[in-house]
């Protein structure tokens, strides 16, 4: 380590005295401003990750659904993951160290961890449309290159594409081509040879409205389509040439609004879909004729998804383990239909790709999707060889174990994907012949309103049983319990976000008005007991 580079350096990107930051849900984010000495910071910090590791290690500089004026950052562990706990709590100690104890902090990181410097070290780099998304991504090579780094920038890219680099290069290309044509063929090729396996490939010209949240979506999307234009047609809107990212559009704002997004047209029954800011998230949704909305979020996904992969091992004759995981978010009615009707086990973690991921690789099959639209499925490494060798097959068997490992293709199995996930929904959807009306009809979700509500400080709140209890403050848990009762089919929790400074509330009810005045009700009780700021919440 070239100490005295590290120092010098290091002084170029100074930490706003008072600052501190947690490495979060995803990363670390708040107002760019804010983020030069952070950005530096991780570029060390990778460089450490990936000596350690010996793999390639990735870096992004996104805030997705945060507003445009946020922005973050967060590392890509070897297999495509989110970075291991033990490193974020490094990132976490680094990212707050005064300048003077820069040098210590890494020192100690490299010996607890055993880090051999000698090591190569190689870093993959991507950024979103942000206005101050290259300068900080530059701040990051620089912390890369002063601890002698190498470093391939892809300049910008979808959050999940970044995944995908990562886990092509550390595989040494099996998973696919660690560039972007090798990402569009990949899931371009998945798709049409699905699409031709469709018996009646019903509407002739499938096309779907997609609401790119004014964000790098639509850069990829454009990029992309050529690939797969004979399978399916796209219609972009909010592509970033007017307006402002995830302002009054995107996924976070369809889901958590429950509204259309603003700058697109829509006819009613028109299948639409919105990606958030970085394209790691994606809903679904349409009008009907009576106007009204039709939100169609992660649950709805992880339900046809698991269906349809269940038919296909029956078909296949192969029982597998399938299991389908969500977080407290998960609608009430979601959750009874995957147990209750199609007999698949569910299960329950925090909030956090991080988490989910985890909890699925249990499974030969492990489904999982936030519902707000953040998730995938992953395969075992036996279940790709057994379908592999099924599909050489000449039969109806075979027929179907092509199908799964098409599928399987489509996915991208290092993090949820906006792109890949609305690739495999429009295959699914043709293959079984199913309307997006249908689809909805699957179940009906629970009336449910989510709100923020501003705390001092949001880490008084802590959280039990997948956060769906809070510990602290002291009686929170009670009031929220006492308000829950007085409704039918209710439930609420809160929890401290962990990329918005904000306390996120979630109730559900058996209306919507009840929905709303619960989540109000709640909300009032964490800015009375959580030490709330500004504006006491309103009942709408
Ligand atoms: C990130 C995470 C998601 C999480 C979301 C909200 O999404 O990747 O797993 O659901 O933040 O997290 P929180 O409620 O803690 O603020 P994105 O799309 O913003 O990267």
């Given at each position: 380590m070239d100490l005295e580079a590290v120092t010098k350096h290091s002084a170029f990107h100074?930490?706003?005295?008072g600052l501190t930051l947690q490495y979060g849900t995803a990363g670390f984010r708040t107002t760019?401003?804010?983020?030069d000495h952070i950005m530096f910071r991780m570029g060390l910090l990778a460089v450490l990750r990936s000596k350690h590791t010996r793999s390639t290690i990735g870096v992004m500089v996104t805030a997705s659904h945060?507003?445009?004026?946020d922005n973050g950052v967060k590392l890509i562990d070897p297999?495509?993951?989110?970075?291991a706990p033990s490193w974020e709590e490094h990132a976490t100690c680094l990212a707050n160290a005064e300048e003077q104890d820069i040098l210590r902090v890494l020192t100690d990181i490299s010996e607890k961890e055993s880090v051999d410097l000698q090591q190569d070290a190689f870093i993959v780099l991507g950024r979103d449309?942000?206005?101050?998304s290259e300068k900080l991504s530059q701040s990051v090579i620089d912390g890369v290159t002063v601890l002698g780094g190498q470093f391939h920038d892809y300049s910008l890219l979808t959050t999940p594409q970044l995944h995908y680099m990562v886990y092509c290069r550390n595989t040494g290309g099996q998973y696919g081509k660690a560039t972007i044509e090798g990402y569009c063929q990949k899931l371009s090729k998945a798709f049409m040879e699905l699409i031709k396996q469709?018996?009646?490939?019903?509407?002739?010209?499938r096309s779907v409205k997609v609401?790119?949240?004014?964000?790098?979506g639509a850069l990829k999307l454009k990029e992309m389509q050529r690939y797969f234009s004979q399978g399916l047609s796209l219609q972009l809107f909010n592509d970033g040439t007017r307006g402002k990212l995830n302002h009054l559009c995107g996924a976070d704002f369809v889901k958590t609004h429950q509204k259309l997004p603003q700058g697109m047209e829509i006819k009613s029954n028109e299948r639409c879909c919105s990606f958030d800011g970085d394209a790691d998230r994606i809903v679904y949704f349409y009008c009907d004729a009576g106007g009204h909305l039709h939100l169609i979020d992660g649950d709805k996904i992880a339900t046809l998804v698991s269906s349809f992969l269940k038919e296909l091992l029956l078909e296949v004759g192969e029982s597998l383990n399938i299991g389908v995981v969500q977080t407290a978010y998960a609608n009430g009615s979601s959750t009874r239909y995957l147990e209750e009707v199609m007999k698949v086990p569910v299960y329950c973690t925090k909030t956090g790709v991080k988490h989910l991921h985890h909890k699925a690789q249990e499974f030969d099959i492990g489904v999982y999707f936030e519902a707000n639209g953040h998730g995938t499925a992953l395969f075992s490494k036996a279940v790709e060889v057994k379908i592999k060798q099924l599909a050489e097959l000449e039969d109806e068997k075979g027929k179907a174990a092509k199908m799964l490992a098409n599928i399987i293709n489509l996915f991208n199995q290092a993090a949820g994907d906006a792109i890949s996930d609305m690739l495999v929904i429009e295959a699914i959807l043709v293959l079984k012949g199913l309307t997006v009306q249908q689809w909805d009809a699957l179940y009906t979700d629970l009336p449910n309103r989510q709100l923020k509500v501003k705390v001092?400080?949001?880490?008084?709140i802590s959280t039990t049983d997948a956060e769906r209890q809070?510990?602290?403050?002291?009686?929170l848990q009670e009031a929220i319990n006492d308000l829950v009762k007085?409704?039918?089919l209710a439930r609420a929790f809160v929890r401290p976000s962990g990329t918005e400074d904000v306390v996120r509330v979630y109730a559900e009810a058996d209306s919507q008005e009840n929905a709303d005045s619960l989540a109000y009700e709640v909300s009032l009780a964490v800015y009375q007991l959580a030490g709330g700021i500004g504006e006491r919440p309103q009942s709408s």
């Amino acid at each position: 380590m070239d100490l005295e580079a590290v120092t010098k350096h290091s002084a170029f990107h100074a930490k706003p005295s008072g600052l501190t930051l947690q490495y979060g849900t995803a990363g670390f984010r708040t107002t760019a401003a804010h983020l030069d000495h952070i950005m530096f910071r991780m570029g060390l910090l990778a460089v450490l990750r990936s000596k350690h590791t010996r793999s390639t290690i990735g870096v992004m500089v996104t805030a997705s659904h945060n507003p445009e004026e946020d922005n973050g950052v967060k590392l890509i562990d070897p297999l495509g993951e989110m970075l291991a706990p033990s490193w974020e709590e490094h990132a976490t100690c680094l990212a707050n160290a005064e300048e003077q104890d820069i040098l210590r902090v890494l020192t100690d990181i490299s010996e607890k961890e055993s880090v051999d410097l000698q090591q190569d070290a190689f870093i993959v780099l991507g950024r979103d449309t942000r206005p101050s998304s290259e300068k900080l991504s530059q701040s990051v090579i620089d912390g890369v290159t002063v601890l002698g780094g190498q470093f391939h920038d892809y300049s910008l890219l979808t959050t999940p594409q970044l995944h995908y680099m990562v886990y092509c290069r550390n595989t040494g290309g099996q998973y696919g081509k660690a560039t972007i044509e090798g990402y569009c063929q990949k899931l371009s090729k998945a798709f049409m040879e699905l699409i031709k396996q469709a018996s009646c490939s019903g509407d002739e010209n499938r096309s779907v409205k997609v609401d790119c949240a004014n964000g790098i979506g639509a850069l990829k999307l454009k990029e992309m389509q050529r690939y797969f234009s004979q399978g399916l047609s796209l219609q972009l809107f909010n592509d970033g040439t007017r307006g402002k990212l995830n302002h009054l559009c995107g996924a976070d704002f369809v889901k958590t609004h429950q509204k259309l997004p603003q700058g697109m047209e829509i006819k009613s029954n028109e299948r639409c879909c919105s990606f958030d800011g970085d394209a790691d998230r994606i809903v679904y949704f349409y009008c009907d004729a009576g106007g009204h909305l039709h939100l169609i979020d992660g649950d709805k996904i992880a339900t046809l998804v698991s269906s349809f992969l269940k038919e296909l091992l029956l078909e296949v004759g192969e029982s597998l383990n399938i299991g389908v995981v969500q977080t407290a978010y998960a609608n009430g009615s979601s959750t009874r239909y995957l147990e209750e009707v199609m007999k698949v086990p569910v299960y329950c973690t925090k909030t956090g790709v991080k988490h989910l991921h985890h909890k699925a690789q249990e499974f030969d099959i492990g489904v999982y999707f936030e519902a707000n639209g953040h998730g995938t499925a992953l395969f075992s490494k036996a279940v790709e060889v057994k379908i592999k060798q099924l599909a050489e097959l000449e039969d109806e068997k075979g027929k179907a174990a092509k199908m799964l490992a098409n599928i399987i293709n489509l996915f991208n199995q290092a993090a949820g994907d906006a792109i890949s996930d609305m690739l495999v929904i429009e295959a699914i959807l043709v293959l079984k012949g199913l309307t997006v009306q249908q689809w909805d009809a699957l179940y009906t979700d629970l009336p449910n309103r989510q709100l923020k509500v501003k705390v001092a400080d949001r880490r008084v709140i802590s959280t039990t049983d997948a956060e769906r209890q809070a510990v602290t403050p002291p009686g929170l848990q009670e009031a929220i319990n006492d308000l829950v009762k007085k409704y039918k089919l209710a439930r609420a929790f809160v929890r401290p976000s962990g990329t918005e400074d904000v306390v996120r509330v979630y109730a559900e009810a058996d209306s919507q008005e009840n929905a709303d005045s619960l989540a109000y009700e709640v909300s009032l009780a964490v800015y009375q007991l959580a030490g709330g700021i500004g504006e006491r919440p309103q009942s709408s």
